[in-house]
């Protein structure tokens, strides 16, 4: 139904979206394309410098590789754990066509509910935070 409401060029926009669910500690990642087609599988990084190091590669290699032209982050707001992945991914946004939000945690399991899905896990918290 949205494809009706958009333009030829609109349509063929490369973007892509990376849903990140937060822990103490970690993150786990998962980057699609607009077509909804996963770029990687789920993976996990740690809240270190080398974790966030590490994602600055992979966000420069998706930019390479898929031809994004701009890549949303998705973050879940977890109580203060997101706060050094936002400040970095924000950083990066400064330098790469990135936009980041904060999501509300509280949100993404309303649309969880609602889309009828019984176990939560990080995998399917960060898929869902890719619908929001």
Request: net charge neutral; proline share 2%.
């Amino acid at each position: 139904m949205l494809d009706y409401f958009l333009t030829k060029s609109q349509k063929m926009n490369n973007y892509g979206y990376l849903g990140i669910d937060i822990s103490k500690g970690y993150a786990d990642l998962f980057v699609v394309r607009s077509d909804k087609s996963p770029v990687e599988s789920t993976f996990r990084l740690y809240d270190v410098p080398e974790g966030h190091l590490q994602l600055e590669k992979l966000i420069a290699e998706w930019f390479s590789k898929e031809k994004f032209e701009v890549i949303y982050c998705g973050v879940e707001s977890t109580g203060g754990y997101e706060n050094n992945w936002v400040n970095y991914l924000m950083e990066l946004a400064n330098q790469k066509p990135l936009k980041v939000t904060r999501l509300n945690a509280q949100r993404v399991k309303s649309l969880s509910d609602a889309s009828l899905k019984r176990t939560i896990t990080d995998s399917v918290s960060e898929k869902t935070s890719l619908c929001i």
